[in-house]
């Protein structure tokens, strides 16, 4: 299969006449504009396989959601490491307090900022 990467406003052609145009990017998704005669049937992958057409064996599945990684370094840690600490000097009871702790912990689990740091120092 070939795999192009295209950016806004660029296009390609199929045989002599079709034209894929890529038209946007936003989020996870983007937006093809696609000239071709009325004569070549054009579907959604989802559609086809919905109406029982079978997927393709070039196509692969990719996921859904995927994490981002965020590129961890020495600074990105001390940085951690101090929002943590002014949080805990912070009083614990009050609730904005609480929710930034919360979403902090969320975003970085303790146990992997602590992976990640012994990371760093062995590397």
């Known amino acids: ?11 390609l052609t199929i045989g002599e006449n079709v034209v894929v145009q890529m038209d946007r990017i936003s989020g996870e998704s983007c937006k093809l504009m696609i ?21 393709p064996g070039c196509v692969f599945d990719t996921p859904r959601w ?4 965020i590129a961890w370094n020495r600074s990105k840690a001390q940085a951690l490491a101090a929002m943590r ?5 912070m009083d614990g009871r009050d609730s904005n307090v609480q929710t930034l702790r919360r979403q902090l912990n969320h975003m970085f689990p303790p ?3 602590q ?3 012994a990371e760093i120092s062995n590397g």
């Open 1 to 11: 299969m070939l795999c192009l990467n295209l950016s806004p406003g660029e296009y």
């Open 35 to 55: 000239q071709a005669p009325r004569e070549i049937s054009i579907l959604r992958g989802e559609v086809l396989e919905r109406t029982g057409g079978q997927r």
């Open 66 to 69: 995927h994490k981002r990684e």
């Open 85 to 89: 600490l002014l949080l805990s000097q």
């Open 111 to 113: 146990r992997a900022e």
């Open 115 to 117: 992976e990640q740091a």
